[in-house]
T-cell receptor, first 113, second 108 residues
Framework: DAGVTQSPTHLIKTRGQQVTLRCSPK?????VSWYQQALGQGPQFIFQ???????QRGNFPDRFSGHQFPNYSSELNVNALWLGDSALYLC????????????FGPGTRLTVL | KNEVEQSPQNLTAQEGEFITINCSYS?????LHWLQQHPGGGIVSLFM?????KKHGRLIATINIQEKHSSLHITASHPRDSAVYIC??????????WGAGTKLIIKP
C-alpha cells in the first residue's frame, strides 16, 4: 500500500500564474481533504471531496478550486497566484464518515515569486 | 481565543525524560487527532481518539471529553522524537481545527 501520494513535491511559480497539485489517496479511501500550511503556522482546511463533489469548504477564495476523479484521486487548482499562496499544501484521505482517521501525504511545497 | 489550544508551545528536554503535551478545545467534537510533523513538512497521524486512552509503543494519548482536554505523553524520550506535535479536533462540519503545535526538541 503506497499510502497517500502527492505530486509534485516542490514547485516554483510566479505571480499571476496558475498551478495544479495532485493527490492519490490511500488504497480503499474515497474522501480527500486539502490543507494549506503557511510557514510557521498550522494547516488551514481548504476543502473536502467525496463522491467527486466538494462536500465542505473552508475560508478560501474562489481562486482555489478542486476536482475529484472516479478513481478518488484529486486535484487542487489555484488561479492568479500571489506571494501569499506560498505554502505547503497537504492532502489527506480517509474513509467516509467522521469516525475514520485521516492519513496525510507528504505535501507539495509551492513557492510563488 | 483559539478553538484549540496547545501547551507548551516549545519544549526542550533531555533524552529519557517523560514528555507531556496538552491540548484543550472549546468546540463540540467527534474525534481528536494527535499528529507529528517533522522538518520538511510530512505529517504523520499518531492517534485518533474519541474517548479514553490509546497507546502505541512509547506514545500514550488520553482524552477527557467532559473537560475537553487531551494529553500526549512520550515515555523514554529520544532525539528522534524531536518534531512538532499537533492536536487537531474534528468538528461537526467535517473540518479539522488545528492547534498551533508544540515544538519538541530532545537533546542527547
Amino acid at each position: 500500500d503506497a499510502g497517500v501520494t502527492q505530486s509534485p513535491t516542490h514547485l516554483i511559480k510566479t505571480r499571476g500564474q496558475q498551478v495544479t497539485l495532485r493527490c492519490s489517496p490511500k488504497s480503499g479511501h474515497d474522501t480527500v481533504s486539502w490543507y494549506q500550511q503557511a510557514l510557521g503556522q498550522g494547516p488551514q482546511f481548504i476543502f473536502q471531496y467525496y463522491e467527486e463533489e466538494e462536500r465542505q469548504r473552508g475560508n478560501f477564495p474562489d481562486r482555489f478550486s478542486g476536482h475529484q476523479f472516479p478513481n478518488y484521486s484529486s486535484e487542487l487548482n489555484v488561479n492568479a497566484l500571489w506571494l501569499g499562496d506560498s505554502a505547503l499544501y497537504l492532502c489527506a484521505s480517509s474513509l467516509p464518515g467522521l469516525q475514520y482517521e485521516q492519513f496525510f501525504g507528504p505535501g507539495t511545497r509551492l513557492t510563488v515569486l | 481565543k483559539n478553538e484549540v489550544e496547545q501547551s507548551p508551545q516549545n519544549l526542550t528536554a533531555q533524552e529519557g525524560e517523560f514528555i507531556t503535551i496538552n491540548c484543550s478545545y472549546s468546540v463540540g467534537i467527534s474525534a481528536l487527532h494527535w499528529l507529528q510533523q517533522h522538518p520538511g513538512g510530512g505529517i504523520v497521524s499518531l492517534f485518533m481518539l474519541s474517548s479514553g486512552k490509546k497507546k502505541h509503543g512509547r506514545l500514550i494519548a488520553t482524552i477527557n471529553i467532559q473537560e475537553k482536554h487531551s494529553s500526549l505523553h512520550i515515555t523514554a524520550s529520544h532525539p528522534r522524537d524531536s518534531a512538532v506535535y499537533i492536536c487537531a479536533v474534528l468538528d461537526s462540519n467535517y473540518q479539522l481545527i488545528w492547534g498551533a503545535g508544540t515544538k519538541l526538541i530532545i537533546k542527547p
